[in-house]
């Protein structure tokens, strides 16, 4: 089994060592120890600035310093940075299309303890809805290092999401040549029945549920979305002319995330099956990581269920 | 101040308020009162104080504005429009369909535009952004930027005020226009942010009170603002809603409604008559 790393550690060791290359600052909001950004801060105190527990002033603030040329990250809880600052995102930094990475970490449901107030399952579609804005949702350690190099390089603004809780480094192992490119998914498997398209902390277990597919003599393919927009609609077209039927798998509500990106781009080309895994319109709640994953069918036995379910909608 | 200057700048600031009616006027809609209150310090900025060519409006080393209370719009473009950023003509097509002029300043559309606002509150915090930037990087360019005083009814121009005091940037220069009104009634009966002088002293600024119509004092706080180190400057500019135009002033409903032609011509008329007194 791959080393296991949650990818906020990969978010503040990648500013830490990227910040030697570029030249860019961060900010954060009072979460410096969770968030990570405390490894840049410690590395580079004279490019690190506390905006204190006020992200909409801390979105604004990154605007105005994009404004003057220079790249910046402004960092939070997904809650705090996508749900609290959204107006401030849009009209700051999306209408004026200014380079800000804005990073949500401690997203959805494996905050664990801190429940529902803390676990923003909605992030990725409300970063969705904004003009131009790349919405980044990174499967482990290795590509979420990768997303905020990308992310540096990429002109207009991006927002990042990292998980808080460790999730196995399966990239390197099942793609050996990986290159991160944003707005291209990455093939973890092919497969002929059925094509699951998982984004974040659940790619791992789209990648578990092959397996027990597989075990039934199921074919699934898999396919690691790290880019939810702009979505790579070519690759999720050619898996549902391939294989005929999808899942989606997002740690996020069904509502506006992965699942519906995908579903809109397939029902304006080439309509498919699509069963969607996801919180269910719900809120989070407090409890261990794995006994929440279990209530909310966020588990590998689920998409693999759902499959199947796909496979038998098949015409 | 010079007299000839005065009256040079009390020219160009009347230009400034015939620039706002046409274009409100034009448009049918859009903000004259908030507009025409910050016209003489809109002037004495781009015409006096700020480090800024109209040839070269992206310049590296610009000081830097920021309008917050983005509703006035009309005022800057009229000012920027007089100080030669763009043709005068080009203010009676504000709001309309593919117009450089939108209903709030659209930085990537308006030559001059250094901040897209609109959004009350996130404009100031854009300037604490831009006067960070430059301090980091040893810049000497200054960031200006005028606030409304309904505006400051907004939680997040605090959290801004709370950040330039904390980063100690004296590089940045913050107008209040306390013209009094806001949509709804006097700042005072809607939901009342005064006192805003001991409210800014207690965040850590220096405050500077002054009126707004008069370029001695507007020149004397600009200068003094330069002067402060290790803290921002806010200048609360006691202004008259509505300035120059006879029904305008002091009267809530010309916040937000653009004149129709017999009260657009009146309008004309009264800074014409002014015009005359300056000559």
Known sequence: ?315 | MDTNKKLELARIANNVRIGVIEGVYSAGCGHPGGSLSMADVMTYLYFEELNVDPKNPKAEGRDRFVLSKGHTAPVLYATLAERGYFPKEELKTLRKTDSRLQGHPDMKGTPGVDMTTGSLGLGFSAACGMALSGKVDNKSYRVYTVLGDGESEEGQVWEAAMFAAHYKLDNLVAVLDWNGLQIDGPITEVMNPTPHDEKFRAFGWNVISINAHDFDEIEAAFRAAKEVKGKPTVIIAKSVKGKGVSYMENACEWHGQAPKEDLYKVAIADLEKIAESLK
């Open chain 1, 1 to 315: 089994m791959a080393d296991k790393k949650a990818t906020r550690e990969s978010y503040g060791a990648a500013l830490a060592e990227l910040g030697e290359k570029y030249d860019f600052l961060v900010l954060d909001a009072d979460l410096a120890a969770a968030t990570k950004t405390g490894m840049f801060k410690k590395k580079f105190p004279e490019r690190f600035f506390d905006c204190g527990i006020a992200e909409g002033n801390m979105i604004s603030v990154a605007a105005g310093i994009a404004a003057t040329g220079k790249k910046v990250f402004a960092t939070s809880f997904a809650m705090f940075a996508a749900g609290r600052a959204y107006e401030q995102i849009r009209n700051s930094i999306g209408y004026p299309h200014l380079n800000v990475n804005i990073v949500g970490t401690h997203a959805s449901i494996t905050v664990g303890e801190d429940g529902a107030t803390h676990q923003c399952n909605e992030d990725l579609a409300l970063m969705r809805t904004i003009p131009g804005m790349s919405v980044i949702c990174p499967a482990d350690a290795t590509e979420a290092y990768a997303a905020v190099e990308a992310a540096l390089n990429h002109d207009g603004p991006c927002y990042l999401r990292f998980g808080r809780f460790a999730v196995p480094n399966l990239t390197p192992e099942l793609v050996p040549d990986y290159k991160f490119e944003l707005g291209k998914g990455v093939t973890y498997r092919e497969g002929t029945d059925v094509t699951i398209v998982a984004t974040g902390y659940m790619a791992h277990l789209a990648v578990e549920a092959a397996d027990m597919l597989a075990a039934e003599g199921i074919s699934a393919g898999v396919i690691n979305i790290h880019t939810i927009k702009p979505l790579d609609t070519e690759l999720i077209l050619n898996a549902a002319k391939k294989t005929g039927a999808i899942v989606t798998a997002e740690e996020h509500t069904i509502v506006g995330g992965l699942g519906a990106a995908v579903c809109e781009a397939l029902s304006e080309s080439y309509p498919v099956p699509v069963l969607r895994v996801g919180v269910e319109d719900k809120y989070g709640k407090s409890g261990k990581v794995p006994e929440l994953l279990e209530l909310y069918g966020l588990t590998a036995a689920n998409i693999a269920a759902k499959a199947k379910a796909a496979i038998a909608l098949k015409r």
